[in-house]
């Protein structure tokens, strides 16, 4: 039998194409990893306790769409968070955002748009499954350069109109995963009116809202709504980031009741529902903004912290959300390859996270840094870094 092709030019993935990259090297002294984007930060105390009155729970299946209480306290939060008024058949449980931004093509994406095959709009760098779910569908991804020059945010409006007509998808991360940028009201704003104009969806990856430096950044569905357009976004968050339970798999999607609905059917056949136990955590963190607001502080300390060690490196971006820093490096392959062997400090090439374009790819000079530790193995790691890749900074 002939296997299909659609996901035959995947690249390998970021990290078994690194542990191959440094597989011939001997890590420097006391290795730190700072990778992947794992949150190390403690588990909230609510959790053991719940978790072990609902066990019996493990004997049901759970709703697949999430319990009445794990919506009800999502529609809460949407409202203390972003002012949003979301009813029920508004909102879906999802086993964790990634399972959501891939299935979310599947369930909306049209087979063809004006005629043609339709095009998925992917921010570059961006979330691997961006990329694949436009495989999946059997849409052409079209990679639009997040660099220096436009703010570390993709210019979807640069696109030449045939190729916008052409989009059924644009998929957004808002703070951006890898550079820590965040999409302001008006880039909101404008998005959206672009969609509207050009007629596609606004897939607005958000699972990094809850970690910012100075203010809480804006949601997309707010601001869709706001122009009377929330027909536009659909959005995504989840507990990993903001409630550092990433092995939790809980995540919801929110957005107009006709594309949460064909989302919920397609996960009644192939979805799989988050367990009740987890469903009944997802409950109490939703509603709980003390332990969100404590894990926060962690981060902002240690952006002080990168301020302090990386501030006089030339191109040092200050990261305005999210937990990454994205360092600007001669070459991404050389740097990590340098740092694991003279400094034993593990971090991740941008270009495994970006694709080639016409106009090069543009995490090829940079590193993905992880803000994930305690402060002060942080502090120690990127004195590290500094020291060896920025000797006269």
């Excluded at 509603?287 to 301020?307: G, M, S, T």
Aim: with cysteine.
């Amino acid at each position: 039998m002939i296997p299909p092709e659609r996901f035959s030019n995947l690249p390998d993935y970021a990290f078994p194409r690194l542990r191959k990259l440094l597989s011939d090297l001997t890590p420097g002294p006391d290795p730190v990893v700072m990778t992947i984007g794992e949150p190390r930060h403690g588990v909230p105390g609510f959790v053991a306790p719940i978790i072990t009155e609902a066990m019996g729970e493990l004997g049901k299946y759970p709703p697949n769409e999430g319990t009445p209480q794990a919506l009800a306290a999502i529609s809460g939060w949407l409202e203390r968070r972003h002012g949003l008024i979301a009813a029920p058949e508004e909102i879906t449980l999802l086993n964790g955002t990634r399972e959501g931004l891939f299935n979310a093509a599947l369930a909306l994406c049209p087979e063809r748009k004006n005629g043609a095959p339709p095009r998925i709009l992917v921010p570059n760098p961006f979330y691997q499954v961006y990329a694949v779910a436009a495989a999946a569908v059997g849409a052409e991804p079209v990679f639009v350069n997040a660099t220096a020059e436009t703010g570390h945010l993709p210019d979807f409006a640069s696109l030449p109109a045939e190729t916008l007509d052409s989009a059924a998808i644009c998929y957004l991360c808002s703070p951006a995963n890898p550079q820590g940028a965040v999409a302001g009201h008006d880039y909101l704003e404008q998005l959206v009116l672009l969609a509207e104009r050009h007629d596609f969806l606004i897939f607005a990856d958000e699972c990094y809202s809850e970690i910012w430096r100075d203010e809480p950044p804006p949601g997309a569905l707010v601001v869709a709504r706001a122009l009377g357009l929330g027909h536009r976004v659909v959005m995504f968050n989840s507990l990993s980031k903001r409630s550092n339970l990433p092995g939790l798999r809980s995540g919801f999607a929110a957005g107009a009741r006709e594309h949460i609905a064909r989302m919920r059917t397609l996960r009644s056949y192939a979805g799989a529902p988050v367990p009740l136990p987890h469903q009944r955590v997802t409950e109490a963190a939703w509603a709980d903004e003390d332990h969100v607001a404590a894990n926060r502080a962690l981060y902002q300390e240690k952006y002080a912290i990168a301020d302090r060690v990386l501030g006089n490196v030339p191109g040092y971006l200050p990261p305005q959300g999210g937990f990454f820093l994205w360092l600007p490096v001669e070459d991404g392959e050389t740097a990590a390859r340098t740092l694991w062997a003279r400094a034993g400090v593990q971090v991740l090439p941008g270009a495994y996270l970006s694709r080639d374009t016409g106009a090069g790819n543009p995490g090829a000079g940079y590193v993905r840094v992880a803000l994930v530790g305690p402060a002060a193995e942080t502090e120690d790691a990127l004195t590290r870094i500094r020291d060896t890749l920025y000797q006269e900074g």
